[in-house]
């Protein structure tokens, strides 16, 4: 092992010992194998994306307490101001107007007290009674031990719409973890809800059985805390990261709530508890009730632990959704790592994006989430395109005409005139989409699609992102037809360092009318879908080498056995948003 080896192992088994959040430690371990050679083509400035959010240059993870406050929103985020690599951690600040158009600010929380000295990790914002935002965040303050706490910052000037300066009270850490508590995973406190007098906040650990636990603590001023002696909810899962809690309509409404809402006087309230699972790397939900006089919360389904909803199928994690007061809605941000090499994020200069914020809501069926991309995003459509009625045959594809699509919007309907070919769902991989997309990916016949989208793609084709539907008939007969959504990135690059690997999720719609839609954001090395109205997402990584700037194609393809009807089709040209600087 080399020299270059020897310190990405050793990184490696100090993120280890550290329990540090949210790193790919597959990509540190690519870093002597990558160091050699790095393909010209990732470190083309035009594989920079152009309106996913991104500071200028470095490292980014985990987006924290993003909120609304005097007309301004603003995201918070893990950031590395050395670097493109993970490490000297601090929130980076930015504001917006429209969540689209972005101005970095100076970091807001840095290593200042003894409470944090050692890390300032992730945490989220609450808004007091008196409209001023609070911001809790978990500090490491013994670096022999990864001794975590939990620390509160306000605003120095609360009529400063920016929100430039934060103060760091006298009596930090507010939270300490107790008897029984594993000090060195207990972090990343979620936004805090009021409620009979009392503030309550949840914050991710997991104990010596590996159940991830979510635990209670509740308050009367926002400074003494108690732990609640049962946590809210628990389960055999490992590590809970980034937990997530807050309350939505039950009627399928689209319209937001506050955190501190309860049941009193509206319609049904359901609650959605979302933890990220450190041992997956992937975002999970559950939705059911909570009962604050027991401080329990009990999922709807009661294998949904095991189920494993997922807000996005894809490379999507660390998230935190916030209440937008000027519009009334739940937003939803969500972390992209890189999928290339730790050696390319250096060449780049560059390494992490946010995804397209995205107003999340409930489903009529009260079953799932659904999620779509914040209105604001169309303002940045610019030329666009139409197809309409155009019949896809087996084995055929058509390229959508006279746009750039490296960086475009793509909303299509489709429309299968019969189901009466698709194929028998495999019991063995009835319930795994993962395994199902890879046995059967884009290339594959099958007898209702794959059908939908290329993106990314090169002229010759040998370069192309694959998008697309598969139905097949029910695995043991009876029921309604499964549809599965892939991302198939196996063909996307003709780089061989990249890590491609294909994305899936089942898509819980009724297609016995054979009426399904995709929306596709692409933006350059980013592809982010949303699938039957935003039932399922998935959002991919990838890297072209040919299909790069206005080399990139956009085509329609269906490679099953039945035709496919594109109904409609509307792409745009994306503009690129004001992004922090750059």
């Keep these: 092992m080399g020299a270059l080896g020897r310190v990405a192992w050793a990184w490696l088994l100090l993120l280890q010992l550290a329990g540090a959040s949210h790193v790919v430690y597959e990509n540190l371990l690519e870093v002597e194998a990558a160091a050699a050679a790095v393909p010209p083509s990732i470190v083309d400035p035009l594989l920079r994306t152009g309106y996913h959010f991104q500071p200028r240059k470095n490292w980014i993870n985990d987006p ?19 670097g493109a690599v993970w490490g000297n951690i601090v929130w980076a600040h930015s504001v917006s107007r429209d969540l689209i158009n972005w101005v970095a600010l100076k970091p807001a929380i840095e290593p200042s007290i ?44 609360r009529s400063d719409p920016l929100l430039r300066e934060w103060a760091k009270p006298s009596h930090n850490p507010i939270i300490v973890p107790g008897g029984g508590v594993n000090a060195t995973q207990f972090r990343d406190p979620t936004t805090a809800w009021r409620a009979g007098g009392h503030w309550r906040l949840l914050i991710g650990s997991v104990t010596g ?3 991830g636990v979510a635990y209670v603590y509740r308050s009367r001023d926002f ?31 689209r319209e937001g709530l506050e955190t501190s809402v309860s049941g009193s006087g509206r319609a049904r309230v359901k609650y959605v508890l979302k933890n990220s699972l450190d041992l997956r790397r992937y975002d999970y939900y559950t939705i059911g009730t909570y009962d604050r006089r027991a401080e329990r919360y009990v999922p709807d389904d009661p294998a949904g632990d095991e189920r494993h909803l997922r807000y996005d199928y894809g490379n999507f994690y660390a998230s935190k959704t916030f209440y937008d007061p000027a519009k009334r809605r739940r937003i ?27 107003t999340v809501w409930l489903d009529r069926s ?57 194929e028998r769902l495999d019991p063995a991989l009835d319930g795994d989409a993962q395994r199902l997309c890879g046995a059967r990916g884009a290339a594959v016949e099958g007898g209702v699609g794959p059908f939908g989208l290329w993106v990314l793609a090169s002229a010759d084709r040998r370069e192309r992102t694959a998008v697309f539907f598969r139905v097949f008939s029910p695995a043991r007969g009876g029921g309604k037809p499964v549809v599965l959504m892939c991302t198939d990135p196996t063909k996307s690059s003709l780089n061989p360092n990249l890590y491609q690997p294909t994305f899936a999720g089942f898509v819980d719609t009724d297609i016995s009318n054979g009426k399904i839609s995709l929306r596709t954001l692409i933006d350059r090395s ?43 089709l509307m792409a745009w040209e994306m503009k690129k948003p004001l992004m922090n600087g750059a």
Aim: hydrophobic share 35%; charged share 20%; glycine share 8%.
């Design 64 to 82: 924290n307490a993003p909120l609304y406050y005097k007309g301004w929103y603003h995201i918070f985020y893990q950031y590395n101001p050395k």
């Design 114 to 157: 003894p409470s944090d000295k050692y890390g300032c990790w992730s945490g989220s914002a609450t808004t007091m009674p008196d409209g001023t935002p609070t911001i809790m965040y978990t500090g490491v303050n013994r670096p022999d031990v990864n001794y975590q706490v939990q620390n509160v910052a306000y605003p120095r000037n």
């Design 209 to 211: 059985s590996a159940r």
């Design 223 to 253: 400074k003494r805390w108690t732990r609640v002696p049962r946590p809210l909810h628990s389960a055999a899962t490992g590590m809970w990261e980034c937990p997530d809690f807050y309350p939505v309509e039950a009627a399928g409404r």
């Design 332 to 358: 939803l941000w969500g972390w992209a790592n890189e999928s290339d090499t730790s050696a390319d994020d250096v060449a780049k200069g560059w390494a992490g994006i946010q995804a397209i914020p995205r």
């Design 366 to 422: 009260g079953k799932q989430l659904l999620q779509w991309p914040i209105e604001e995003v169309e303002a940045l459509r610019g030329k666009s395109a139409t197809l309409k009625d155009r019949v896809i045959k087996p084995g055929q594809h058509l390229e959508v005409m006279g746009l750039q699509t490296a960086q475009a919007d793509v909303d299509v309907s489709f429309e299968v005139p019969t189901l009466a070919g698709a």
């Design 526 to 568: 980013v592809v982010e879908s949303f699938g039957a109205g935003g039932k399922t997402c998935i959002l991919s990584r990838v890297y072209p080498s040919l299909a790069i700037g206005k080399n990139a194609r956009l085509y329609v393809f269906n490679s099953g056995k039945a035709d496919v009807k594109v109904s409609r």
